[in-house]
C-alpha cells in the first residue's frame, strides 16, 4: 500500500512558507496564509549570536498562572553546568517564529547571557518556516543533535501541532544523549487567547502536553500574560498598529511583533526560575512510546550518497548559484538534473519517503518508482514558485519493509501559468522561456527508516 502525504496532520501542501494549521475555527483565512507563505524564501544560518542592535531587553515580570509553565522533572543537569560557568550549546527547533528574530528566540538568547554571565554560549538556530514536527523529525538529527547540545527549545504548536512527529523528536533525543534538556514551547495563532483567557490549554497544545508528561519534560505556554493583557483591553493580539496605549502583539496573528516577542521570551524568563528549582538529577531514560517509533528512525539523507551511481545528476554548489545562495545553510550543495529521464536509485527499509528540495520557476515534476510500480508524480512548482526561490517537502508512505526506490526527472510538464494565481503571472507572462524547463534541485532524501547499502 502505498499512501501520498505532504502533512501527517491532514494538509496536502507542505510549502516551507505555508503555515501548517489546525482545520479549527481560529486559524487564518486563505488570503492571510498567502501572505505569511510569499514572505517567506530562505534559509537562516544555523549557528547565531546575539552580537545584533536592537534586541529589547527582556524581564520576567510579575505575571503568574500556574498553567503557564510545567517544571515536571526540569533539567538539574543543564542548571548544574550553568552554575559551573561551564560552556553550553542551545538549540532553538521550530517553525517561522523560530527562525525570525523578532519571534523570541534572540531575547531569550540574549536574556539567558544575562542571567547567567559566567557562561559561555552558543546558539542554534534551526526554525524553517511554515513547517511541523514531522520535519522537524527528519531535521532534527542533522541540524541539532550532531552538534551536541546541552538544551533544546521545541516550537511547533502552531505549525499542525503533529504529536506523533514530536514524540520522535523527543525519542530521537533521548536516544542520542539521555543528558540533553528538553523544553517544549508553545506559542499560539489568532483566536487562541480565549482558552487562555478561561484558563484553559487550546486543544492543539493537549496533545503535545500529553507527550510533555508522558517524558517528563518542562513547557512553557507562551502567550498567557499576552492573552491576559488582552483580556483588561491593553494588547491588540491582531492588527496594523496599536493604539497608543496598547501593545501590539502580532500584525498577522501569529508572527509576533517585537513587543510580541518580548513578552514570550518573558514568559520563558520567568518558567526557568521556576524550573531552575529542581535540584536532584534523575537518570533520564527511554520509556515505551506514547503513540509510537515510527518517528524514531525519521531523518535526512544527504544525496551526494547518490552522486555516483545516478545518470544526469550533478551536485551544484549552493554558495555560487545566485538564486540558491541563500539556501546555503540548510543545503552546501544540491544534486540537480535539467534532462527528462535522468535518475537515481536506491534502497531502504522503511515505511516513508521523500524530499526536502528548492522550487524556483523552472521546477519540474519528479516520478518515484517503488518496487518497480510508479507511485507518485511530484510537481516541483507551485503557486509560490513566481520568479522566486523556496524550501518545500513531500513525502509518501508505503508499506514497512525493504524498498528499491527510482527517482526519475519526468519530461511531463504541468501548466505553470495556470498553477499560479492571476496576480503573480506577470513575470510569466512576460518570461515564459524561464518557465518552459524542467529542473529540479533536491537538497535532501527523507527517509523514516534506514538506507540500505
Known sequence: MVTNKTSLSGFKTALLGCLL?????????ADERTKIA???AGASPIFFDTAVSGIPSVEPGNFNNSLECKVREGFPAFFEKLNKGKKVLVAFIGGSITQANLGYRLQTAQYLEQAYPQVSFQWINAGVSGTGTDLGAFRIKEQVLRHQPDLIFIEFAVNGAYAPGMEGMVRQTIKANPNTAICLLYTILN????????????????????????YGLPSINLGMEAADLEAAGKLIWKGSQADQDKILFSEDGIHPSTAGGKLYAAAIARAFKKIET???????????????TNWDEATMIDPSVFAAENQGWQLVPTAEDPNLKKFSSWFSEVLSASKPGARFRFRFNGDMLGVFDIGGPEAGQLEWIVDGKPVKLMNRFNGF?????????????????????????????????????????????????????TVAYIGRILLRGTLLK
Open 278 to 292: 529542581v535540584q536532584q538529577p534523575k537518570k533520564k531514560e527511554l520509556p515505551d512510546p506514547l503513540i509510537t
Open 21 to 29: 494549521l489546525p482545520a479549527m475555527a481560529f486559524a487564518q483565512n
Open 385 to 437: 514558485c513566481n520568479n522566486r526561490y523556496r524550501g518545500q517537502f513531500e513525502v509518501i508512505e508505503v508499506s514497512r519493509g525493504n524498498h528499491l526506490v527510482e527517482v526519475l526527472l519526468s519530461g511531463q510538464k504541468a501548466d505553470k501559468r495556470m498553477i499560479l494565481p492571476e496576480d503573480k503571472r506577470a513575470d510569466i507572462i512576460a518570461h515564459p522561456e524561464k518557465y518552459d524547463q
Open 191 to 214: 483566536g487562541q487567547t480565549v482558552f487562555y483567557q478561561r484558563n484553559e490549554l487550546p486543544p492543539n497544545i493537549k496533545g503535545l502536553e500529553k507527550v510533555a508528561t508522558h
Open 38 to 40: 510569499a514572505s517567506q
